[in-house]
């Protein structure tokens, strides 16, 4: 019964893995977040997410959860904030040679988000290894 359990419990991780690209240079960091805010602007959540799955290096059941609950929030986002009326790039910040963020917030009718997107680079290129966003425009300042 322990062999059966063990076996189960490593092949999740074994089935959870999948492949992900890495963006070739650093103007393709930036073409890719880019592209997710347009779909985000244009209200299309998950069409924006989804460009973000081959680069994203969570297993792929935990990437279709976080767009899972984006969407169900979503609804009630659009109540508060109205429907995306645009988007704006922030600023690009390094640290070093190895990161960089891209900063942006997405316009509503009646409220701004802050979305981040955070690239390492490897031997492989450049590799999404955070996005995600907040409502604290405080720390734009």
Request: charged share 25%; proline share 2%; with cysteine.
């Amino acid at each position: 019964m322990k062999a059966v359990s063990l076996f189960l419990f490593l092949s999740s991780f074994i089935c959870s893995a999948q492949a992900f690209e890495a963006a070739g240079s650093l103007e393709d960091t930036r073409a890719l977040s880019d592209s997710v805010m347009q779909s985000l602007a244009d209200n299309k959540l998950r069409e924006g997410v989804l460009k973000l799955k081959p680069f994203n290096q969570a297993p792929t059941a935990e990437f279709d959860v976080q767009l899972n609950s984006l969407e169900l929030q979503a609804p009630a986002m659009g109540q508060r904030f109205g429907k995306a009326k645009g988007y704006e790039f922030i600023a690009e910040d390094a640290v070093g040679d190895s990161l960089i963020r891209h900063e942006y917030i997405l316009k509503f009718e009646r409220f701004v988000t802050v979305w981040r997107f955070v690239y390492y680079k490897s031997d492989e290129g450049w590799l999404l290894v955070h996005w995600g966003f907040n409502d604290n425009v405080q720390a734009l300042f």
